[in-house]
């Protein structure tokens, strides 16, 4: 059974940073493409980045390009999402997803890639 968590939403003001983690157990965590999606009130759920298993391979929504960042340790089993100069747009619930793959450049930017999801993590960019 593979297990997806997600952790370090809360409340912050605009312009300010957040960063997410999330780990995936169940595998060998390094044999896991790994993705963030956010979903606001009202609206789909939107793809925000991906990092490949390697973690040399990254891939952003234009929304979030140069303000996020995802990056990777597999040491630790974790995935991180670096929030910075954050907008009351960017309010939503972030989901992390992992899909084991094989290749270790693969970038998944597509839900439906995705096997397993986190239950989110709430994010609140207040103005």
């Known amino acids: 059974q593979v297990q997806v968590v997600e952790s370090g939403g809360g409340l912050v003001q605009a312009g300010g940073s957040l960063r997410l983690s999330c780990g995936a157990s169940g595998r060998t965590f390094s044999s896991y493409a790994m993705g963030w999606f956010r979903q606001a009130p009202g609206k789909e759920r939107e793809f925000v980045a991906a990092i490949s298993r390697s973690g040399s391979n990254t891939y952003y929504s234009d929304s979030v390009k140069g303000r996020f960042t995802i990056s990777r340790d597999n040491a630790k089993n974790t995935v991180y999402l670096q929030m910075n100069s954050l907008k009351p747009e960017d309010t939503a619930v972030y989901y992390c997803?992992?899909?084991?793959?094989?290749?270790?450049?693969?970038?998944?930017?597509?839900?439906?890639?995705?096997?397993?999801w986190g239950q989110g993590t709430q994010v609140t960019v207040s103005s």
């Open positions: 997803a992992a899909r084991p793959v094989l290749y270790m450049l693969e970038v998944l930017t597509a839900s439906s890639e995705y096997d397993f």
